[in-house]
């Protein structure tokens, strides 16, 4: 999952429009945390692993208050099913570690309830190492419905007695050594599940066997904005966190890209949603602006890029782009501008932010908005503003149109760094001396009497 942000952006054009009008939570100071699902303590389930799988989960118990329920679910194109593991079994289905247990041994007790497809069948799993070895591995099946709790008991070792050293325990709810048969719908319950002998009157009880014990899995992001952290949520990170000081306000996006094993996680955030390697959606917009405004800070990993896009859509098909990247550190914090070309007005923007390709890669943005172009002005004051000469050679003349006033004027390099500023006195009309500033592109930010303002893309020659 290494993309760089155009091309991947550029791949995916289904927007959505969910959202009000204007940018949600651009200053990045409200965050929420949202429990993804509940994780049984002790036990394996889907919901432990990495993307962990919310199909393993708490429903009212025989005993106690809770039991475990499993179901088989449709995942994209695959199925998978819920399962409950004290242990360890490899990508071959085989036992490699166990919990420990150390009375003797012959049955497997406890509750159930279950509704199996037609072919299908739930597991019941049990492991045992003696001195050492992995001496018993009994498998035992449930099929059919049984919709009322009901107790089974059955052999561990053939009913014979065996004193292990650990011991794994599982359930499943439909058999993974029959992929064949595996069908989505099944479900099986469990509660109070314990190892039992004959000759052992107390045995030794396995951790969170009645089920009571579970962990909310959370994950927090800025309020109108995705991330991976609900993928990462199982494994306690967070891609995104919210990060003081701000270039304003309480709290900026800190967006960090992240080492997975052998994989790379790219810290993305966006106002649209996040599935693979593709992203989609965005929130509602009429505007045409002609520059987002970001302001960053950035610590590559090594020579790394951070990528910065807005992106316009029309009823479903791209109508605007914006886009840039950021290369090297920016220590303080730096106003960074895409300008968006923008052809007819939109319905809907999605605006995203990448940290880069490189694990160590940490953004942050702070202060998000699109200027310029109709933004925030009526349509009979889209061009309340001219700005000549284009090219300009020593000066530039700024005139506002009949009913706007001029008020304030910042001239900027087109990574957004402040060069020259100054108002405008009169507010009718300004001259901007440009002759301490060099040859090339510029953006001249201006500020208006009403409190709005514009960019203008201006060249000196």
Known sequence: MRPRLLPLYLAVLIPCTSRAQGLANSSFDQWSTSVLYERLQEWRTGGSAPFGLDNTTRVAGASGTYAARMETVVVGTDTAFGFAMLGNIDQNDVPV???????????????????????????VLVGVWSFGVLAVMDLHTIGGAQPTWTAFDLPVNQGVPIAPDSVIVAFASSNPLVPAGIVPGSWLEVDAVRLTSTITPMPDELPNHEFELWDPVTSEDPDGWTSY?????????????PYTPAHGGAFCARIATLGLGNDTLPGILTNGRLADDAVSGGEAYTDMPTTMNVWVRYEPAGQ?????????FKNGLPVGLGYTEVGGTVSNWTLVSAT???????????????????????LYVDDLELVG????????????????????TDELVVEPASGAALNAWTLRDTMGRPLLQGSFPRGDRGVIDLRAVAPGPLLLELLLSDGTRRIERVVKR
Do not use: E, K, W
Request: charged share 10%.
């Open 340 to 362: 968006t070309n923008i052809f007819i007005a939109p319905d809907t923007v999605l605006i995203a932010f990448q940290a880069g390709d490189r694990p160590g890669s940490v």
């Open 304 to 312: 790394d890029t951070a990528s910065f896009l807005a992106m316009f």
């Open 229 to 241: 952290n609900n993928l990462l949520a199982p494994l306690q990170l967070s891609a995104v966190t």
């Open 373 to 392: 172009g109709n933004v925030g002005l009526p349509p009979a004051r889209a061009g309340a503003v001219r700005v000549y000469p284009l090219p300009a």
């Open 97 to 123: 570690a166990g919990v420990p247990f150390t009375t003797a041994i012959d049955a497997v007790q406890g509750y159930y309830r279950c509704d199996l497809q037609p072919g299908d069948s739930a597991v």
